[in-house]
């Protein structure tokens, strides 16, 4: 597994959740690390990614001021730490890596990663 992301769960309206994602074998040399979320029946949707050399980030405009991405790269993991949690927050959340920073167009399409965790179930309830 190159990407192992975690800490998914139900939390109520208005709470908080944090998400790691740690990074093994080719994956942590990856030069950027995205989320991404995939709400049942929509496709899968950009929500930030950090260059884990420059510390530069990038936030959907849905998620920005709420959500705040981190990285600890002697651990080859980053966080995501969620607050203001709306039900439409719910959905399985993917980390993914590549090599390649750019602008939010290039770094918000998901074909242009490499590697992809298994997903993370948050559920937000109203």
């Known amino acids: 597994v190159q990407l192992q992301a975690y800490g998914g769960g139900l939390v109520q309206a208005g709470g908080s959740l944090r998400l790691s994602c740690a990074a093994s074998g080719r994956a942590a040399s990856s030069n950027v690390m995205g989320w991404f979320r995939q709400a049942a029946g929509k496709e899968r949707e950009f929500v930030t990614a950090i260059n884990r050399s420059t510390g530069s980030i990038y936030y959907a405009a849905s998620v920005k001021g709420r959500f705040t991405i981190s990285r600890d790269n002697a651990k080859n993991t980053v966080y995501l730490e969620m607050n203001s949690l709306k039900p439409e927050d719910t959905a399985v959340y993917y980390c993914?890596?590549?090599?390649?920073?750019?602008?939010?167009?290039?770094?918000?399409?998901?074909?242009?990663?490499?590697?992809w965790g298994q997903g993370t179930q948050v559920t937000v309830s109203s």
């Open positions: 993914a890596a590549k090599q390649l920073w750019g602008n939010v167009a290039y770094l918000s399409t998901p074909t242009k990663y490499d590697y």
